[in-house]
């Protein structure tokens, strides 16, 4: 074969493409119950504000960047996440402006790009829904994105999921535990993967989300960061869990968790699956509050919660647990139409009925009767109607309920005036 798609992306085909229709028609649904408002922003940004927000010393912009300089010499990156560039977009439009609801709600659907390994669930192509709070330090927020992206999964029939939660408290509460951190790892500093070693100086919490084997054994015994949280990071945690608790949300606390993303503090949050497609437990989504972020980006000091959740693993796991999605893959009517003469009958019969209203398709290549009756039941189609020469001599059609045989000759008159009718009356 001579071209082949770029390795880490996906040709999203017909028959596959109606399950991504109907999971974002699901997410469209819930976002509208909690009033978010869809929001879309360019598929590349500068790097700068890829960079700034997402954090240098990050996998995700030290290795997974697909940027390159453009024609005018501007350093431009694929988008590999949807909240720098929404917290770029609402600073840029002063959304935070008096004419604007509080908070500001926004979601997102669309591609993103990291340049990583590709594995089942993991693309360098992917696709992200997720939602971006603006304004309101209120824990209860961070709550309901939590619950939205619940809901979002268990209507799709997903329910073997782990909600897991931690923070990583305010500046202060992260300088204290920085400290604390490079004190324990000071004595292991020899052993460290190079990367950490890297990271040891610039950002010591990135090593807690280090891949490399001896450094997750080095991690085990770290100091967590929940015993160094400030009062108002602890009653802020505290909130959040009997929140949860109130819901009667089941959820798991991971002091080790810190995310593949810089710009985080206090909640953070991932939704894990265990599904065996995977053969890790990994994150379905993951979200969690953003304070310095448009600060940090040129806007006014406006805390921010959300989360963002793979489309691709979201398919994978409703896969995993018997995928009972209950997608319409029938059509209406289907025209059969025998001999050649029948063409512009059959030409003009499918659009009246279209425009009527109904799903319709039709023969285009003459083939016999038994063959078009063949496509019809493929398509699961509701209703044929069928003409042959006879039928046009006397101007009507054979309209035939396909599932109770039941048959009713037509006249044409009849379906340009009121198809609907027509089909109310044979499928009844
Ligand atoms: P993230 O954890 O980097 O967070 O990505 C969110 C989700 O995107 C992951 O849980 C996963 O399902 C999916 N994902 C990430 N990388 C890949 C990949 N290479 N292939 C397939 N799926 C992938 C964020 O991106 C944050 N912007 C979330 C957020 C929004 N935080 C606050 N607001």
Same mark, same amino acid.
Request: net charge negative.
């Given at each position: 074969?001579?071209?082949?798609?770029?390795?880490?992306?996906?040709?999203?085909?017909?028959?596959?493409?109606?399950?991504?229709?109907?999971?974002?028609?699901?997410?469209?649904?819930?976002?509208?119950? +909690?009033?978010?408002?869809? @929001?879309?922003?360019?598929? !590349?940004?500068?790097?700068?504000?890829?960079?700034?927000?997402?954090?240098?010393?990050?996998?995700?912009?030290?290795?997974?960047?697909?940027?390159?300089?453009?024609?005018?010499?501007? =350093?431009?990156?694929?988008?590999?996440?949807?909240?720098?560039?929404?917290?770029?977009?609402?600073? /840029?439009?002063?959304?935070?402006?008096?004419? !604007? #609801?509080?908070?500001?709600?926004? +979601?997102?659907?669309?591609?993103?790009?990291?340049?990583?390994?590709?594995?089942?669930?993991?693309?360098?192509?992917?696709?992200? *829904?997720?939602?971006?709070?603006?304004?309101?330090?209120?824990?209860?927020?961070?709550?309901?994105?939590?619950?939205?992206?619940?809901?979002? +999964?268990?209507?799709?029939?997903?329910? /073997?999921?782990?909600?897991?939660?931690? $923070?990583? %408290?305010?500046?202060? $509460?992260?300088?204290?535990?920085?400290?604390?951190?490079?004190?324990?790892?000071? #004595? =292991?500093?020899?052993?460290?993967?190079?990367?950490?070693?890297?990271? !040891?100086?610039?950002?010591?919490?990135?090593?807690?989300?280090?891949?490399?084997?001896?450094?997750?054994?080095?991690?085990?015994?770290?100091?967590? @960061? *929940?015993?160094?949280?400030?009062?108002? $990071?602890?009653?802020?945690?505290?909130?959040?869990?009997?929140?949860?608790? +109130?819901?009667?949300?089941?959820?798991?606390?991971?002091?080790?968790?810190?995310?593949?993303?810089?710009?985080?503090?206090?909640?953070?949050?991932?939704?894990?699956?265990?599904?065996?497609?995977?053969?890790?437990?990994?994150?379905?989504? %993951?979200?969690?509050?953003?304070?310095?972020?448009?600060?940090?980006?040129?806007?006014?000091?406006?805390?921010?919660? %959300?989360?963002?959740? %793979?489309?691709?693993?979201?398919?994978?796991?409703?896969?995993?647990?018997?995928?009972?999605? #209950?997608?319409?893959?029938? @059509?209406?009517?289907?025209?059969?139409?025998?001999?050649?003469?029948?063409? *512009?009958?059959?030409?003009?019969?499918?659009?009246?009925?279209?425009?009527?209203?109904?799903?319709?398709?039709?023969?285009?290549?003459?083939?016999?009767?038994?063959?078009?009756?063949?496509?019809?039941?493929?398509?699961?189609?509701?209703?044929?109607?069928?003409?042959?020469?006879?039928?046009?001599?006397?101007?009507?059609?054979?309209?035939?309920?396909?599932?109770?045989?039941?048959?009713?000759?037509? #006249?044409?008159?009849?379906?340009?005036?009121?198809?609907? $009718?027509?089909?109310?009356?044979?499928?009844?």
């Amino acid at each position: 074969m001579k071209y082949q798609r770029p390795r880490g992306t996906a040709d999203i085909l017909p028959g596959e493409v109606e399950k991504w229709q109907f999971v974002e028609n699901t997410a469209r649904e819930i976002f509208k119950k +909690y009033q978010f408002k869809e @929001i879309r922003t360019p598929m !590349f940004e500068h790097y700068e504000v890829i960079a700034r927000s997402v954090g240098d010393t990050t996998d995700i912009v030290s290795k997974e960047m697909y940027d390159f300089y453009d024609k005018g010499d501007r =350093h431009i990156t694929l988008r590999p996440e949807g909240t720098a560039p929404v917290v770029r977009a609402f600073v /840029e439009n002063k959304l935070y402006g008096p004419e !604007f #609801p509080k908070p500001y709600k926004a +979601y997102y659907i669309g591609p993103m790009f990291r340049y990583e390994r590709p594995k089942a669930g993991r693309l360098r192509q992917f696709h992200q *829904l997720g939602v971006e709070v603006f304004g309101g330090e209120n824990p209860a927020t961070d709550v309901e994105v939590m619950l939205l992206a619940l809901d979002f +999964y268990t209507s799709l029939g997903i329910k /073997e999921l782990k909600l897991v939660i931690n $923070s990583l %408290g305010d500046k202060e $509460s992260r300088q204290k535990y920085r400290q604390g951190l490079i004190d324990y790892l000071t #004595p =292991h500093y020899d052993e460290l993967s190079q990367d950490s070693k890297n990271r !040891f100086e610039k950002n010591p919490l990135r090593i807690l989300d280090s891949k490399d084997r001896q450094d997750k054994i080095i991690v085990a015994n770290a100091p967590s @960061i *929940l015993d160094f949280l400030s009062e108002k $990071s602890q009653n802020h945690f505290d909130t959040v869990k009997a929140l949860l608790d +109130y819901s009667g949300v089941s959820f798991e606390i991971d002091h080790r968790m810190v995310r593949g993303l810089d710009y985080y503090n206090d909640t953070i949050f991932e939704i894990m699956s265990e599904a065996k497609v995977f053969g890790e437990r990994v994150a379905l989504g %993951g979200g969690g509050r953003y304070s310095g972020l448009v600060e940090e980006i040129g806007g006014p000091e406006t805390p921010g919660v %959300g989360f963002g959740l %793979g489309f691709e693993r979201t398919l994978l796991a409703i896969e995993a647990e018997g995928d009972t999605l #209950p997608l319409e893959d029938s @059509i209406d009517v289907y025209i059969v139409g025998l001999g050649e003469a029948t063409n *512009l009958d059959s030409f003009k019969l499918v659009q009246a009925i279209r425009h009527a209203g109904f799903s319709a398709d039709r023969d285009y290549m003459n083939r016999g009767a038994k063959a078009q009756f063949k496509t019809a039941n493929r398509l699961k189609a509701k209703v044929v109607v069928t003409i042959g020469t006879e039928e046009i001599e006397q101007q009507v059609a054979r309209v035939k309920n396909m599932a109770s045989s039941k048959e009713e000759i037509v #006249p044409w008159t009849d379906i340009y005036q009121d198809f609907a $009718s027509i089909y109310q009356k044979i499928t009844n």
